[in-house]
């Protein structure tokens, strides 16, 4: 997914969202890549389960029940694959007015170094910074927070592009 960013008369604009250049105090980025260990012990408690409810049923329901066990048990390696194959995703952090937003997701780093350098360079002359910088590789959704053990929720943002986590 690309994304446009606008920097024009003195206000930056992500997608639909528009940010006075005036107003913005601070510049920043975050990282968010996955918890590889939490993906690991996810996969090895599922796993203890299926071998001891799968192998039960596998002795019980005879070939069906060993060809049951042998896919199931792919699938759970094939969602480790998956979680361990994604990407770190970094985001542009804007604080205005002392609240802090994310504006847009990138998997590439450098797009968002380049934003920092780019907004820097416009907050400095604010009148006379005209561009349009395009993030091809945004990322789109809501970001998951969870810390520890418990899940926080859903965190919604209004900028542009995000997170899809699972």
Do not use: C
């Amino acid at each position: 997914m690309a994304a446009q960013v606008t920097i024009n008369e003195g206000v930056l604009w992500v997608g639909g969202e528009a940010y006075p250049l005036r107003n913005i105090s601070h510049v920043g980025q975050r990282m968010i890549e996955v918890d590889k260990g939490a993906a690991w012990k996810e996969f090895l408690l599922r796993t203890l389960v299926w071998f001891f409810f799968g192998g039960i049923f596998a002795a019980v329901v005879d070939v069906v029940g060993v060809i049951l066990f042998i896919a199931v048990q792919a699938f759970l390696i094939w969602r480790l694959v998956l979680a361990l194959q994604k990407p770190p995703v970094y985001g542009l952090v804007l604080n205005t007015s002392g609240t802090q937003r994310e504006a847009i997701w990138s998997t590439r780093q450098d797009e968002i170094l380049q934003l920092i350098q780019e907004i820097t360079k416009a907050i400095g002359n604010p009148d006379i910074a005209q561009m349009v910088i395009n993030v091809e590789h945004a990322v789109a959704g809501d970001l998951i927070k969870q810390y520890g053990s418990g899940n926080i929720g859903k965190a919604q943002h209004s900028g542009s592009g995000g997170i899809q986590a699972s």
